[in-house]
């Protein structure tokens, strides 16, 4: 089992303080403004997005909107949730077959389907998960739609261009015969003032709408965008070979007034 890291920090660890605080997220001025049911017989048009990670007051409400458009599109039969390894544990790219815990209950491993990406450039690696925020933080917002779910969880160390398409290549060939929603987790700039923040992400957030990976990865490095979890944007983008839509945008400096802020993207990408 795999043990929360960051309940009582990112989100409350009690399961009704949980409910009220997504509640509020869902309701929050820069949140969709409805709290949603889990619609059963959506169009399932949904193949993956971007949700941002930090804790929950800040970036909860924009991550919302993701949840509320996937929530009427319909669930799929299991969720690829791909983020960067922020303490650099373990292997470079690393599933665990350790199940989830959070305050909502287990959340089991889609083991057929880990055991089918495992290999090649990807490891087996429970360490690599141990403390890992960017993968756990998105499974209660999942789990307050529908408790039983399953998933495999991917952390990358590594996010280069090279090891980002080719993860993304195997993850759709497994992924051909199954319904598949395969989540990004990755904030936007850091610590910058919201202006650039802005300036910059909008650049990047263009690429992604436009499903150009190495579009991406060049506007990364010629601006310097300080985009933490780039290299599973890729992953998805390649992966599902969609085009994005920007459901909303905000930064933590539009919670509260910061000099220097972190960027916060919900997108959508459809087949």
Not at 62 to 87: C, M, Q, R, W
């Amino acid at each position: 089992m795999r043990y929360p890291a960051v309940a009582g920090q990112f989100y409350p660890s009690h399961p009704k303080e949980l409910d009220r605080l997504i509640r509020d997220l869902y309701l929050h001025p820069l949140g969709p403004g409805e709290v949603p049911t889990l619609t059963s017989d959506g169009a399932r048009r949904i193949k993956g997005g971007v949700v941002p990670h930090a804790g929950y007051i800040f970036s909860g409400p924009v991550a919302s909107h993701f949840y509320h458009a996937l929530s009427y599109d319909g669930f799929p039969e299991t969720f690829i949730i791909i983020g960067p390894n922020h303490y650099g544990l373990g292997s470079a790219v690393a599933l665990t077959m350790e199940d989830f815990s959070t305050p909502y209950g287990v959340v089991r491993i889609d083991r057929d389907l880990a055991k089918k990406i495992a290999g090649n450039i990807v490891d087996i690696d429970a360490n690599a998960h141990r403390y890992e925020h960017s993968i756990e933080v998105q499974l209660p917002f999942l789990q307050f739609l529908k408790r039983e779910i399953k998933f495999v969880p991917i952390t990358m160390l590594s996010q280069e261009y090279e090891i980002a398409v080719e993860l993304g290549q195997v993850i759709r060939e497994v992924m051909q015969d199954k319904d598949v929603v395969i989540i990004a987790s990755s904030d936007f700039s850091h610590y910058v003032p919201k202006k650039i923040a802005y300036a910059n992400d909008s650049l990047a957030i263009e690429k992604i709408a436009k499903g150009d990976v190495k579009g991406l990865y060049n506007v990364i490095y010629k601006h310097r965008i300080t985009m933490c979890g780039y290299g599973p944007v890729a992953v998805m983008l390649t992966a599902t070979n969609g085009k994005g839509t920007l459901l909303k945008y905000a930064t933590s400096g539009d919670v509260q007034p910061m000099d220097e802020v972190v960027g916060y993207a919900a997108i959508k990408v459809e087949r």
